[in-house]
């Protein structure tokens, strides 16, 4: 069983940053593809990032390309998620998710995740 923990959200202006991390415990969490997730309110949970158990696939939804930045570090047992060039429309609460899935079976879908952090808000002042 494995228990993740965000942190690193907080509030921010246009533009500014944020690192979100995401730290495990329980499990071999380096052997879980690892993503992000994000939900605003009123909306439903839309991808935002992931990473293979490695480090060697990332993937992001296209509206974060260029400004995310997903990262592992398996010896802490942590997930980082560098958020760049934040909008006002990236405000939401962040979740992090572990899968036993392979890569080339998806990484998208919150289906394909066995366990879920809480989450950590961000909100993005215009």
């Known amino acids: 069983q494995v228990q993740l923990l965000e942190s690193g959200g907080g509030l921010v202006q246009a533009g500014g940053s944020l690192r979100l991390s995401c730290a495990a415990s329980g499990g071999t969490f380096s052997s879980y593809l690892t993503g992000w997730f994000r939900q605003a309110p009123g909306k439903e949970r839309e991808f935002v990032a992931a990473i293979s158990w490695s480090g060697g696939y990332t993937s992001y939804a296209d509206s974060m390309k260029g400004r995310f930045t997903i990262s592992r570090d398996n010896a802490k047992n942590t997930v980082y998620l560098q958020m760049n060039s934040l909008k006002p429309e990236d405000t939401a609460v962040y979740c992090c998710?572990?899968?036993?899935?392979?890569?080339?079976?998806?990484?998208?879908?919150?289906?394909?995740?066995?366990?879920w952090g809480q989450g950590t808000q961000v909100t993005v002042s215009s």
């Open positions: 998710a572990a899968s036993t899935s392979r890569w080339s079976e998806g990484y998208s879908n919150t289906a394909r995740y066995n366990y």
